[in-house]
């Protein structure tokens, strides 16, 4: 099985601020990454697949890097709608999501 | 326009079989390498997936799990099966059941039901 570490667990940061989670895979997973996002009570949102390619209608301040075993979600400009636990998945072998990163409020 | 629906029991004994339907419209298993998935997450915790059925019957399922699960499909109907067996407390989670693009789109999981919780309890 793949395993991915994502980190931080929790990280506070400012309306404005620079914002980088980074995910971390067991092994190579080549590009087959992808980032989601996921409100309280709700279903996750896809943000980015194939670790850099952005879903239609998510905010161009959300960018995807990195390949293999070590990957990046970065949000440019943290907005207020932005507050809410991300997620990283890899589907080169199955499907595996990390254990999440909640973003809050400083 | 792609949406599913979960259904199924809320609540379910421990040791019983759970049977959960995703019901779905927007897209139909005639198009190659599609496929759903459901994925499940425990109160408070991370996103776990447990099994998925392409478009050609192929069938994947989470090897920590492989043996209690199920997934089938009826077509005629658009919708998907997940039953599990000899449930525990430690299943209590909210199910989801999500569309997972042909992999040549390059995407993953892209459209997700709204859940259903399930527990576990005597």
């Known amino acids: 099985d793949i395993q991915m570490t994502q980190s931080p667990s929790t990280l506070s940061a400012s309306v404005g601020d620079r914002v980088t989670i980074t995910c971390r895979a067991s092994q190579s997973v080549f590009t087959w990454l992808a980032w989601y996002q996921q409100k309280p009570g709700k279903a996750p949102k896809l943000l980015i697949y194939?670790?850099?390619s952005l879903e239609s209608g998510v905010p161009s301040r959300f960018s995807g890097s990195g390949s293999g075993t070590e990957f990046t979600l970065t949000i440019s400009s943290l907005q207020p709608d932005d507050f809410a636990t991300y997620y990283c998945q890899q589907y080169s072998s199955y499907w595996t999501f990390g254990q999440g990163t909640k973003v809050e409020i400083k | 326009q792609i949406t599913l629906k979960e259904s199924g029991p809320t609540l379910v004994k421990p040791t019983q079989t759970l049977t959960l339907t995703c019901t779905f419209s927007g897209f139909s298993f005639s198009t190659s390498e599609v496929g759903v998935g459901w994925i499940r997450q425990p109160p408070g915790k991370a996103l776990e997936w447990l099994a998925l059925?392409?478009?050609?019957?192929?069938?994947r399922y989470s090897p920590s799990l492989r043996s209690r699960l199920t997934i089938t499909k009826d077509t005629s109907k658009n919708q998907v099966v997940l039953t599990m067996t000899n449930l525990d407390h430690v299943d209590t989670a909210t199910y989801y059941c999500?569309?997972?693009?042909?992999?040549?789109?390059?995407?993953?999981?892209?459209?997700w039901g709204q859940g259903t919780l399930v527990t576990v309890s005597s």
């Open positions: 999500a569309h997972r693009a042909p992999r040549s789109a390059g995407k993953t999981f892209d459209y």
């Open positions: 059925i392409y478009w050609d019957d192929d069938k």
């Open positions: 194939k670790t850099s």
